[in-house]
């Protein structure tokens, strides 16, 4: 069964609950044929830490929604929110790819 990464920028979240809802639905129709691993990123004001993660699993469909805080809105704090975006997009990348190995493709594993 194929192991697939999916980086997505729309997604049901706290912060949105219809928010990409067909990605999601995208997701739980493909984990039927393949290993589905969804990773989000998403701002949230109502946190009070720095970072929060939720993973829910079922069956073949495992979503990781990770939330970050954003302050207010001005133009600085706009800039530095992206920079975060990035950065947590990046760091649980690596961190899955650490855990579970690169994502198959073409059906081989590099």
Not at 36 to 44: G, R, T
């Amino acid at each position: 069964m194929y192991r697939t990464l999916w980086l997505t920028s729309w997604y049901p979240s706290r912060t949105s609950s219809q928010n990409g809802d067909f990605i999601q639905r995208h997701a739980q129709a493909a984990s039927l044929f393949a290993k589905i691993y969804v990773l989000y990123v998403v701002p949230n004001k109502d946190i009070l830490r720095a970072e929060e993660i939720v993973i829910s699993q079922s069956k073949n469909l495992t979503e990781e929604i990770v939330y970050y805080r954003k302050k207010k809105e001005t133009v600085l704090s706009r800039f530095f929110s992206v920079i975060k975006y990035f950065r947590l997009y990046k760091r649980h990348i690596k961190k899955y790819i650490q855990q579970k190995k690169l994502p198959e493709r073409d059906g081989i594993c590099p």
